[in-house]
């Protein structure tokens, strides 16, 4: 792989993305809810804001901390993209999620396998039915990480399984 010097700041997330096949990995995981929603997208760069709670928690909404993330045009063989994360107070995240235009929810699931953390997204709603796994991590670890047992296809490089393009566009055929 050629690297970009772009490729090595710290502010770049660098992940792989594989359909789950076999979802029986997630028996008995404890995981948390996610909703998000895409405030501006723009030559390769989006806004969201989520809040993310914990499966069975007894916290009331208005105290889910939210985050706001900037994410950028993918780079290094596209396993790499740049992301700005802060939160945001509740007050405003409760607005902006609601002011967002596409938005999407699910459960996500830390899954260990083979030694290696993945993060297992169940999707809601129009989505179901739909289980996408993810590995995040330095560039190189990312590289040289193979596709699980349980998987049935790397989806990394196509754009129709971005969250994004998933509360858009919905499920790709």
């Known amino acids: 792989m050629d690297l970009d010097p772009a490729d090595t700041l710290d502010d770049h997330e660098w992940e792989r993305k594989f359909l789950v096949g076999d979802s029986t990995i997630l ?9 998000q929603g895409y405030l501006w997208s723009s030559g390769g760069f989006s806004l969201r804001i989520r809040r993310t ?25 596209g396993l790499g993209r740049l ?3 802060s939160q945001v107070p509740n007050e405003y995240g409760h ?9 999407l929810r699910k459960r996500r699931y830390p899954y260990i396998s083979e030694g290696e953390t993945w993060d297992i997204d169940v999707f809601e709603d129009g ?17 040289l990480a193979r596709m699980p047992w349980w998987a049935s296809l790397e989806v990394t ?17």
């Open 53 to 77: 709670l914990p499966l069975g928690s007894a916290l009331a909404p208005h105290e889910v901390p939210y985050r706001l993330t900037l994410k950028g045009p993918r780079v290094g063989n």
């Open 127 to 143: 989505l179901e039915g739909l289980i996408i796994a993810e590995i995040e991590g330095s560039r190189e670890r990312v590289a």
């Open 27 to 35: 028996r008995g995981l404890e995981g948390y809810h996610i909703e």
């Open 157 to 173: 490089s196509d754009e129709r399984y971005s969250n994004e393009s998933l509360a858009a566009h919905g499920r790709p055929e």
């Open 83 to 85: 992301e700005i994360e």
């Open 95 to 103: 607005v902006l999620l609601a002011e967002a235009q596409l938005t």
